[in-house]
Structures are given as C-alpha cells and as structure tokens.
C-alpha cells in the first residue's frame, strides 16, 4: 500500500469552529490532492498542489484552504465550518514521470458539522 | 470543461453473472485516461482498470474489462464471473493526459454495485 495517512479518520465539530484535516506521505510524490465525497455526486477536487508551497484551486474549493511547506504534508482548512462541508475527504498523491502514474488514495476523513 | 456521467445509481447481479456499468463523458481533449475505481465498505479508493484513450484495445484485468468507444464518448466496465467481494461503489474518472492540467481527476456519480448469492 502506498504510505499514505490521513488524519483525523473522524471528527464532529461545530459550525463555526476551524478545522484542520491533515495528509502525511512517505512516497515523496510530487502531486498531492484533497477531494471531498458526497452521495450523488462521486468525489470532486476541492485543491491541489504540485510542489511545496504551489497549489492551486479544483471545483469545489470555496470555504477551504490549503497548505504546503513540506513535500510530505499537506493541510486542509475549514476556516470556519458549516454544515454543507459535513463530507468525507480524501487525499490522494501522484507521481511525475513519462508513464501514466496512478493516483493513490488515503483512508478518508468523515467529518460531521454539527 | 470535462464531466463524467454514471447513469446508473444502482446495478444488482446474481454471483457468477455478468454485469456491466455504465460510464459516459464529454471532453474536448483527444488525449486522456479513463479509469475505474472500486470502493468498498471500508472506503479505501482501489484502481480496479485504466484506459489509455490514444490506445483502441480495450484494457482488461483478469474479470474486469472495459468497452471503449471513443467516437461515443462512452466507456462501460464489464465484471465477468461476479463474486460477493465485488460488491462496492464504482466509479468512473477521466484525466487529462497533459502534465499542465494538475493530473486531476474528474468523477462521475458512482454506481453502488450489490451481487446476489
């Protein structure tokens, strides 16, 4: 399995309240993505990043920011909650390279406004 | 912009049957990748096949092979000889082949697959 990890596995919070999602990896991949899941509509890009301190916005990114500074870890921020994210998040990493490199895919994150 | 559509919210076959999911997209690019994902109960994300799309044979893994039809946009997962454990979500998720685009990926819907003993 790829050495990825994603903290925490669940949370509840109140809205409001700010919330910080965590994805660790071992691989040293250069791509890393955060989608959010939700019934009716599969998983959709929330951001992303292709090097430290480079990100940039997917689809659904409104209320949510990241954060890059190591190669390893890159962080997920509710700013201030609100029932609409109530989702479960994914983060997933790349490599680069000249072949097509598969996207590995972290455990998930329920996370539960309240 | 590309999407993907699964039409099909729910499929339910009998085990050792045949069973294919549904999987259309609309995109403007003339090189990408297909795939198709499996999620099971405990929610980890499993690459179950890829499709090349400059490549016209169709990807197959062992029960699992795909119909690609380029010119319909349309790209369904055949799961030949079902067992209980393919019981899961399947989705379907296009990519663009050009490193300037991120490598995102693009999901349809789902389609939540139940196999009957």
Redesign the interface.
């Known amino acids: 399995d790829a050495g990825i990890t994603q903290s925490p596995r669940h949370k509840v919070t109140e809205t409001g309240t700010p919330v910080t999602l965590r994805c660790h990896q071992t691989e040293n991949h250069r791509?890393m993505?955060w989608?959010r899941q939700d019934p009716?509509?599969?998983?959709?890009?929330i951001h992303?990043s292709?090097g430290v301190k480079d990100t940039?916005k997917?689809e659904v990114s409104d209320g949510y920011s990241v954060s890059r500074s190591k190669t390893e870890d890159f962080l997920l921020t509710l700013e201030s909650a609100t029932s609409s994210q109530t989702s479960?998040y994914?983060c997933?990493i790349?490599d680069?390279g000249q072949l097509?490199?598969?996207?590995f895919?972290g455990?998930?994150t329920r996370l539960t406004v309240v | 912009a590309q999407t993907v559509t699964q039409s099909q919210p729910e499929m339910s076959v009998q085990e050792a049957e045949t069973v294919t999911l549904s999987c259309t997209y609309d995109t403007s690019e003339s090189d990408y990748y297909l795939f198709w994902y499996k999620q099971p109960p405990s929610r980890q994300m499993i690459l179950v096949i890829r499709q090349e799309a400059y490549k016209q044979q169709n990807a197959t893994e062992n029960r699992f092979s795909v119909n690609f039809q380029k010119a319909a946009k349309s790209f369904s997962l055949k799961i030949s000889d079902s067992q209980l454990g393919d019981a899961a979500m399947y989705f379907c998720a296009y990519r663009s082949r050009p490193h300037n685009q991120g490598g995102k990926l693009i999901f349809g819907q789902g389609t939540e697959l139940s196999v009957k003993p």
Do not use: I, K
């Not at chain 1, 009716?40 to 890009?45: D, E, I, M, Y």
């Not at chain 1, 097509?100 to 996207?103: H, L």
């Open positions: 791509y993505y989608y009716g509509h599969g998983l959709r890009l992303y292709y940039d997917g479960v994914f997933a790349r680069t097509n490199t598969e996207a895919f455990q998930g």
